[in-house]
Nanobody, 123 residues
Framework: QVQLVESGGGLVQAGGSLRLSCSASGRTFSGYIMGWFRQAPGKEREFVATVTWSSGNTNYADSVKGRFTASRDNAKNMVYLQMSSLKPEDTAVYYC????????????????WGQGTQVTVSS
């Protein structure tokens, strides 16, 4: 059974940095796309970034491009989201997700989800 567990969220001032971690277990993730999504209060869940487990290829939402970096450590079964130059509008619950096959930015295409970790950016 696939299990994804996020950690690393917290409160940070605007302009600061945080690194989110996602521990992945339950199977071999070769062939998987690992996604990061976020959901702010009253808003729909939105795409942030993906990283391909096998190749490390990444994709980003325009709103975070140049500020966020997604990566993975295959040996540790970990996925990361390094967030820099944080803005108050980055405040949300951040989720790690996994899907088989090709890249997608749509949450409905992801079969596995973590419980989420809160990121709050103060102005």
């Amino acid at each position: 059974q696939v299990q994804l567990v996020e950690s690393g969220g917290g409160l940070v001032q605007a302009g600061g940095s945080l690194r989110l971690s996602c521990s992945a277990s339950g199977r071999t993730f070769s062939g998987y796309i690992m996604g990061w999504f976020r959901q702010a209060p009253g808003k729909e869940r939105e795409f942030v970034a993906t990283v391909t487990w096998s190749s490390g290829n990444t994709n980003y939402a325009d709103s975070v491009k140049g500020r966020f970096t997604a990566s993975r450590d295959n040996a540790k079964n970990m996925v990361y989201l390094q967030m820099s130059s944080l803005k108050p509008e980055d405040t949300a619950v951040y989720y790690c997700a996994a899907k088989v096959g090709s890249y997608s930015r749509y949450p409905s295409n992801y079969a596995y989800w973590g419980q989420g970790t809160q990121v709050t950016v103060s102005s």
